[in-house]
């Protein structure tokens, strides 16, 4: 699809009036109005977000700790620690040396024995996440496990230096007694440093064991000890999110089935979380990023409170015993599913189980949250195809609905919106009944103008639609050169035009992937950006936005000469009603290079004077947000109708929401 089109295009038949504008001509289109027929209710999951641990989305973006590999679990130990005053990594004995002690009792296995032979030459050093972000002011709890294993070492000095290596701050620990302690301090910062590191010097000379070496911001999203990122989580609860989907993604099937997202590995005491190589770290040979893990300092529990946080339904996916198809493909055997049923059914528990009675739940009571977080979804694997896929999910909704029938299940349709695997598991899951099927998308901007009208035919009487991943590619799929670019974000916007107005059947829908770091991202285009300091919202972001704050409680049928508005002409558009706000609510995308004039005609609606009106648009098609500037942000106005007349001009290249009291 052109966005290109010219002034001749108006040319094509629409029952329409033209009018001159002052250098241009703009065609006029009529929209009628109305209440649909048979009534359709938006459900209020219909704008979610999906969040992935991919381009360091976890540790290193939203949970707020910054050091990495603060418990020396990595596969390569050292990964993020260097001594820079020794010459290698192996033992020195002019200064000091630091070897990697395991314990293979535990889940947080390792731990690090530092000898200082001479205090005033170690010196230890973390390097963040691409570096340790600190702001002005601001307040760091600095804290650490030590074992104070032989000789003097009387005091832990911190300090945090930047990129010069000139000193910003310091604080000094006292070490009290022989055996493992926690000793917790407070760094406060005079300066803004976007990539600082953390400097650890020893007071006297011997041996110490020291584990969980940690730095975390005390300004954090609810201000939670050990939580999560303000400003990250601040944008997540703007869009006013139905749900939230967690872990992900790929995450959750793992490369091999060994590195599949196991979530009893995730919850309880943070510093018993096992470590786990991150899938992404090899995900693509031209973004490798060896240094990416997964503490699970953000686990399921803190997936739960984020959703009751944002006031999101939690939608959690399970591994349904399949590896990702595109890495190992590894199965586990029929004979050998029951534990993967069984994760899913304790973590059914684990959400609503009495904490009093059951074990699951009274682990989250432990935790601080005694109330069920009354989960009513669940995903039974990501993005597996073929007949493996049909024959496990049958077990698990098995499973799943004799023990909690009103669980919802949310079923997937594989990596591909349309072809033969596609086919075969819409097929097949039709005749299972399945709830909800998700379905992903990754396409060119003009496949998504394209399908605007995807859900237009869709079988009422089958499973709902979770359109669980979409985003519209400027280059290609995994192409390391995609863009967030306007383009991209408008051709989503007119394509979900076409997934409110199929609300019948669309129940649930999110963009994805959700956040990605500037220095340590995977995979692009994101709806988050963000580096150690702050963030920026895309072009899709804000779509995204004015789709979800407006998502209206009922679908009304906004129509052109008896025709839903579907690409006709580069001009889309749904309508719904908001029964609690009182108002209606008219979007409308147009991808033309035209501006457009829309007449709307409500009909057997009485809408008040008052036209509150918010534009979307981009200086171009190319254009992009950043660090800097947010070029591409709503503007929004009100003004009063004239003549009663509900008109308004569609800029070329904009999506335009148009908001009217109800009387
Ligand atoms: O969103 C990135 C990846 O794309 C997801 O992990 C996967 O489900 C899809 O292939």
């Given amino acids: 699809m052109s966005t290109k089109n010219t002034i001749l295009s108006i040319t094509m038949s629409l029952g329409c009036t033209l009018f001159s504008a002052q250098h241009t001509t703009v065609r006029t289109y009529n929209l009628d109005l109305k209440e649909n027929p048979a009534p359709v209710t938006i459900q209020p999951t219909m704008y979610g977000i999906f969040f992935e641990d991919i381009n360091f989305a976890a540790d290193g973006g939203l949970y707020a700790e910054l050091i990495k590999n603060r418990s020396f679990e990595f596969d390569e130990p050292f990964t993020g620690w260097k001594q820079p005053n020794t010459k290698t990594l192996s033992p020195n004995l002019d200064s000091g040396f630091l070897t990697i002690y395991t314990d293979h009792s535990k889940s947080n296995k390792n731990y690090a024995r530092i000898t200082v032979l001479n205090n005033k030459n170690y010196l230890l050093e973390n390097e963040g996440f691409r570096g340790i972000g600190i702001h002005e002011g ?71 064991n020291m584990d969980m070496i940690s730095l975390f911001p005390q300004d954090t999203w609810k201000n939670r000890k050990g939580g999560l990122r303000r400003d990250l989580v601040q944008k997540l609860d703007d869009l006013q999110p139905g749900f939230l989907r967690f872990p992900g993604g790929c995450i959750v099937e793992g490369r091999t089935l060994a590195e599949r997202y196991q979530w009893k590995k995730t ?64 199965l586990v055997k029929m004979e050998d599913l029951d534990p993967y049923v069984q994760d899913a059914l304790d973590l059914i528990e684990f959400a609503n189980g009495d904490s009093g009675t059951t074990k699951w739940g009274k682990l989250r009571a432990d935790m601080g949250h005694a109330k069920p977080f009354n989960l009513k979804l669940i995903g039974v694997g990501n993005e597996q195809w073929g007949p493996d896929y049909i024959e496990r999910y049958k077990v698990f909704e098995k499973a799943i609905h004799a023990k909690y029938p009103g669980i919802k299940i949310i079923s997937g349709s594989g990596p591909s919106p349309d072809g033969e695997f596609f086919e075969y598991g819409w097929k097949e ?54 863009k967030n670019n306007w383009l991209t974000a408008l051709s989503e916007a007119a394509f979900m035009t076409g997934l409110e107005r199929n609300a019948d059947v669309v129940h649930m829908t999110s963009y994805a992937p959700l956040f990605a770091h500037a220095d340590g991202w995977q995979w692009t285009p994101d709806l988050i950006w963000f580096n150690n300091l702050k963030s920026y919202a895309t072009p899709n972001y804000y779509v995204q936005k004015l789709f979800s704050n407006n998502k209206g409680t009922d679908l009304l049928k906004v129509e052109n000469e008896g025709k839903v508005l579907s690409g006709q002409e580069n001009l889309y558009a749904t309508a719904v009603k908001d029964t609690k706000k009182n108002e209606i609510i008219i979007k409308i995308v147009n991808t033309d290079a035209q501006a457009k004039k ?25 254009s992009e947000n950043n660090f800097n500037t947010e070029s591409v942000m709503p503007k929004e106005e009100t003004s009063l109708l004239k003549n009663g007349k509900i008109t308004a001009e569609i800029p070329a290249n904009s999506l335009v929401v148009l908001k009217l009291e109800l009387i």
């Fill in 138 to 208: 601001a307040k760091y709890d600095f804290s650490f496990d030590l074992e104070n294993v032989s000789g003097n070492i009387a005091a832990v000095n911190a300090r945090l230096v930047d990129e010069s290596g000139k000193e910003i701050a310091s604080v000094s620990t006292i070490i009290k007694q022989k055996g493992w302690q926690k000793y917790n301090t407070v760094l406060q910062t005079p300066r803004t440093v976007e990539k600082a590191k953390l400097q650890i010097t020893f007071t006297g000379n011997g041996i110490v």
């Fill in 267 to 330: 919850v309880g005491n943070v510093a018993d979380r096992e470590y786990l190589i991150n899938k992404w770290s090899t995900g693509f040979p031209h973004r490798l990023t060896p240094d990416y893990g997964q503490s699970f300092g953000l686990g399921f529990f803190e997936y739960f409170q984020l959703s009751e946080d944002l006031g999101a339904e939690p939608v959690p996916i399970l591994s349904c015993g399949m590896a990702c198809q595109f890495n190992t493909a590894e």
């Fill in 429 to 482: 899951l039709k005749q299972l009944n399945a709830q909800i099927v998700d379905e992903h998308y990754y396409n060119s901007p003009d496949w998504f103008m394209r399908n605007a009208g995807r859900y237009d035919h869709y079988d009422r009487s089958g499973p709902k639609v979770f359109a669980g991943e979409y985003a519209a590619q400027s280059v290609g799929v995994v192409k390391p050169d995609n």
């Fill in 598 to 622: 829309i007449n709307i005609n409500p009909i057997n609606l009485k809408v008040g004077k008052k036209l509150n009106r918010i534009d979307l648009s981009a200086p171009a098609l190319s």
